[in-house]
């Protein structure tokens, strides 16, 4: 287990282990997510960006797939209408 201090400035230095493993440098951007009770470091290197890229991509742009389930939505509300007549 690697153990590390916080400086008065608030600054952390990172086990040279885990920064060669994790492909850190200098200038490498980091995010901190707060779990209950813990802090979770994320190296935002090129590797994760490439890794996470494409993970949410869908079949169309959002709007395009709501404009077309609002559209079956209509048909079904007309197809109602008509099954039951005027109101």
Known sequence: MDVAYVTSKGQL???ARLRRKYGIKPGTKVRFIEGEREIIFQPLTREYIRSVCGL???EGPATQELLKERARDKERE?????KFGPR
């Open 78 to 82: 007309e197809a109602k209408g008509a």
């Open 56 to 58: 949410l991509k869908g």
């Open 13 to 15: 230095v990172i086990p």
